[in-house]
């Protein structure tokens, strides 16, 4: 044995670390609950913009907008406009900069749409929102009964208070869109233009005032317009209806958050042609219904409200006219989102 290491024991022995590390992987997470909170103004190619402060400091102009990445930990999280959230690294908002995503808070209302009533996967359109402003046209394009029943369906069932707003009144008049839901309950608001061709919005102004609301549309219908009269220096682009289809084409690709000049907060999303419903439990989709909710009371236990329903007292409560002149159709719509989402 060569005597340099006849001196050395089995004690002596040291194993060669592992290359995967010689300590275990803590679970422990960093503490960020002293982080600055913002909000959620914009989300585009995994970059989120985000409004540094607290409401009041946005409305005087005294924000700094940080763009973001989100922290490994929120890789499974959707993070949508409206959302609260906790940043660190640079919150200077100076070019160049890049800070990190680390906490959402918690939401109070979560504003949400399926591709079609029977797919399970969801997609979060905007959190935090209190009041949702279905956007429709009188005419070009024609209003989309069931989009509006399906929207205001929504949010009722995330919490959200809803409200109609009707653009192009100088195309057709606001009689079948009034018919039509003013027994809702629903506040159903005119947006026309002036003699000099400006929008008319005093009062949504009025409506959407103090409040973060969430427009929400087809593609065509005047959001965009709407949304630069609400806010001055928008610079939503504007466009026109496919002659050929009668449907409106996409001009706003993506969600953006902008403060009110007079104070809260109003997000314009991109147009939409469908808004399944795969999230919401049928028994909520009645209280979007409201003029047809007392008849319930006279139905049998368990009653499903569909056509063939045995006993389903709505039959006889639309044909009293107790629904109003659109009683057969509102009831024909609820019908058909129940059965939609039964299968």
Avoid at 29 to 45: L, Q, Y
Avoid at 160 to 181: C, E, G, H, M, Q
Wanted: hydrophobic letters at 40%; a neutral charge.
């Amino acid at each position: 044995m060569d005597s340099r290491y006849s001196d050395y024991t089995e004690d002596d022995y040291r194993p060669r670390p592992s290359r995967r590390g010689s300590r275990p992987r803590t679970k422990r997470r960093p503490d960020h609950s002293d982080a600055p909170i913002g909000m959620v103004v914009g989300v585009d190619r995994g970059r989120y913009r985000v409004e540094m402060g607290e409401p009041a400091e946005a409305a005087a102009g005294e924000r700094a907008i940080v763009t973001c990445v989100r922290a490994s930990a929120l890789r499974r999280t959707a993070i949508v406009p409206g959302d609260r959230v906790r940043v660190i690294g640079d919150t200077s908002g100076g070019e160049g900069t890049l800070a990190r995503l680390v906490e959402v808070l918690e939401r109070t209302t979560v504003l949400r749409r399926s591709a079609d009533d029977t797919d399970p996967s969801e997609r979060v359109i905007v959190a935090n929102a209190d009041q949702l402003v279905v956007v429709t046209a009188t005419a070009d394009p024609e209003p989309s009964w069931g989009l509006i029943d399906r929207a205001l369906t929504a949010a009722i069932d995330a919490g959200i208070t809803p409200l109609l707003a009707v653009t192009k009144l100088d195309l057709a008049p606001l009689d079948d869109i009034a018919d039509r839901f003013s027994a809702t309950g629903v506040e159903i608001i005119p947006c026309g233009f002036d003699d000099t061709g400006a929008p008319r919005v005093s009062a949504l102004s009025s409506a959407v005032a103090g409040r973060l609301s969430v427009l929400v549309g087809p593609s065509g219908v005047g959001k965009s317009t709407l949304m630069n009269a609400l806010v001055p220096d928008a610079a939503r682009a504007i466009g026109s209806v496919n002659e050929t289809t009668g449907q409106g084409r996409h001009t706003s690709s993506s969600a953006v958050c902008l403060p009110l000049p007079g104070g809260g907060w109003i997000i314009d999303t991109p147009g939409v042609r469908s808004f399944g419903l795969a999230h919401v439990d049928p028994q909520n989709v009645l209280a979007a219904f409201a003029e047809l909710v007392p008849a319930t009371a006279d139905c049998p236990r368990g009653c499903r409200h569909l056509a063939d329903s045995p006993g389903c007292a709505l039959d006889g409560w639309v044909a009293s006219g107790r629904a109003g002149d659109s009683g057969p159709a509102r009831l024909a719509s609820l019908r058909r989102l129940l059965s939609n989402l039964a299968s």
